[in-house]
């Protein structure tokens, strides 16, 4: 692998390092660690807590998910332990689903611990003032959507993530490694899960967890990683095959913050941007005969997408076949022919299964379609680019493909786990589907994480993760502090803003309801509705609101985590 390129830059790394196969963490996790130890370490110091450099404890901040709201309540969590002197005292940021949008955007500053009031400024102008540009959205996909591995997360991540941050990040996550190298910020961790395990009886397994930093990612059981840079390319026993440039953040956002991967009642949503894509792409294909052509092609295909009826569906047939008859489709009006001869009742499996073919020659017909006319004059976009993108985000639709990414240790010798190694392909998903806030991930005994200050911006009960969290530590002999459920359960429609849970030999867990009797002055039902999970677009005065909500819990607990960081003083 000597001398390889990846992100325009060159890779130099021994066949060796590239897979790791081991239940640790990394050397450069633990070098990162370890410089960030002399920051926390003074910042004890500074607070009054009188440790030893050799016993500074390791303080992990989780953040759950809960959508656009948890992006928000984040960066004010965030913005309030910096002003509280707090921040300097956390080794670990970890995130799941819309948290996990607020670090991928603060990290691209090295130093962004400094820099929060001007962040937060920058991101409330984001989420408000700006829009987004579809013309981009399908500029990002005309090279994912050339690859076999392309799915519905590719299209989530640049185009619905696009629309709703307003942000397209295209820059690596590799790159968060100068952010960490010098311990300036706490080390990021985010989470997925494999959604090929899951299901109701695995959920307490670790097996599916998957975890990124900005130097590997994988699973920590059974114990493989692959270097950050290389996952997506493709392997095989062990060897690089074919080396692709690193994911995007854009599309780690999408893969990250993927829950309606598994609500297929919202399919709609993802067939609306489908439409408007279409349409816009339609609307500025007038000026050739080829780009018509494909015009049309996308109409009809957005129209058999919505599942037409027999006499539709043969009319459409018709139509295409006689737009693409000179354009040497020969393949294509072939099989459309044949289809087109078929007088069986269409009723809706028969639609679809007859669609997905029909998809897949698309796909296949114009991957390879060149044309010197162009959508977008500065990225060279063809109107075939476009029409490939479409036809291939709707056969996914239809299949339901979403999250899958080259298996980097497909058929690798020396694992036993058939399941992971007989797959080409990985499917992963959005961790809030398993666990809303990543517990496994710091709970890891590699990690010797003694106190986790759990900020939930969940929707629905306030205290799921935290019960789920001492469920799967029960599963898995970990040692977690004993929660009495029921008397939890007794006020999860009005939780009190901090609950401390201490245990012989385990983690300490401080636990933030986002919405609570103290900084919502007993309306928390409102505060709920208004603040909605999914909720996706917010007023200024929103933004600013819930801020403050998530800025309060901190600030009025500031003493109790105080307290907190001096009861682990070793005398």
Not at 36 to 41: A, G, P, S, Y
Not at 173 to 183: V, Y
């Amino acid at each position: 692998m000597e001398n390889e390129a990846i992100n325009g830059e060159s890779l130099s790394l021994k066949q060796s390092d590239v897979i790791r196969i081991s239940r640790d963490i990394s050397y450069e996790e633990k070098t990162a660690v370890g410089r960030r130890k002399i920051k926390v370490h003074n910042s004890f110091l500074k607070l009054g807590v009188n440790v030893s450099m050799s016993s500074v404890p390791n303080v992990a901040l989780l953040a759950s998910g809960g959508g656009l709201r948890a992006m928000i309540a984040l960066q004010g969590v965030l913005g309030e332990l910096q002003k509280e002197d707090l921040l300097g005292a956390v080794m670990y940021l970890c995130g799941v689903s819309g948290s996990t949008w607020c670090m991928s955007f603060i990290y691209e500053h090295e130093e962004w611990m400094g820099k929060l009031p001007i962040l937060e400024t920058k991101m409330c102008d984001n989420l408000v003032n700006k829009s987004w540009d579809p013309s981009k959205s399908l500029d990002a996909l005309v090279e994912p959507s050339k690859e076999k591995a392309y799915s519905l997360t590719d299209f989530w991540g640049s185009v619905i993530l696009y629309a709703i941050l307003h942000e397209a990040n295209y820059r690596h996550l590799s790159k968060e490694r100068m952010a960490s190298f010098n311990g300036a910020v706490p080390y990021p961790i985010y989470a997925a899960v494999d959604s090929n395990k899951l299901d109701d009886t695995s959920k307490t397994h670790p097996g599916i967890w998957f975890e990124f930093t900005p130097h590997d990612a994988g699973f920590f059981h059974p114990g493989a990683f692959v270097d950050m840079r290389l996952l997506g390319s493709t392997f095989e026993n062990g060897v690089l095959r074919k080396l692709k440039n690193e994911k995007s953040i854009s599309y780690l956002r999408g893969l990250w913050a993927s829950s309606f991967a598994h609500h297929k009642e919202n399919i709609k949503e993802i067939e609306g941007y489908i439409k408007r894509l279409g349409e816009q792409a339609s609307a500025s294909s007038s000026h050739c005969k080829y780009c018509q052509a494909a015009s049309h092609a996308i109409k009809l295909l957005i129209h058999a997408m919505e599942g037409t009826t027999r006499e539709h569906q043969d009319e459409n047939i018709t139509n295409i076949m006689e737009l693409l008859k000179d354009q040497e489709g020969s393949n294509i009006c072939n099989f459309l022919s044949s289809l087109k001869g078929k007088r069986n009742t269409l009723d809706k499996p028969e639609r679809v299964a007859q669609f997905l073919t029909l998809a897949d020659m698309f796909t296949q017909e114009f991957s390879a379609r060149t044309s010197p006319f162009t959508h977008h004059e500065e990225t060279k976009r063809s109107i075939w680019d476009t029409l490939r993108i479409l036809s291939k985000t709707v056969y996914c639709l239809f299949k339901w493909k979403w999250g899958t990414i080259s298996n980097y240790i497909y058929k690798y010798p020396s694992l036993k786990d058939k399941n992971l190694t007989g797959k080409k392909e990985l499917r992963l998903a959005d961790a809030g589907i398993a666990m809303n806030s990543a517990y496994p991930l710091v709970l890891r005994p590699e990690r010797e994480v003694k106190l986790i200050l759990s900020f939930d911006f969940s929707s629905g009960n306030p205290f799921e993760t935290v019960k789920e969290a001492a469920l799967y530590c029960k599963k898995n002999h970990l040692p977690f502090p004993d929660i009495d459920v029921s008397e939890l359960d007794k006020s999860k429609d009005s939780p009190y803003d901090c609950y401390i849970f201490q245990g012989y030999d385990s983690p300490t867990v401080m636990h933030f309801p986002l919405f609570n009797t103290v900084n919502c002055k007993g309306k928390v039902a409102e505060w709920r509705e208004q603040y909605s999970t999914l909720k996706v677009s917010y007023k200024e005065q929103e933004v600013k609101n819930l801020l403050e909500a998530a800025k309060a819990n901190v600030r009025n607990n500031r003493g109790r985590i105080l307290q907190a960081m001096k009861s682990m003083q070793v005398p």
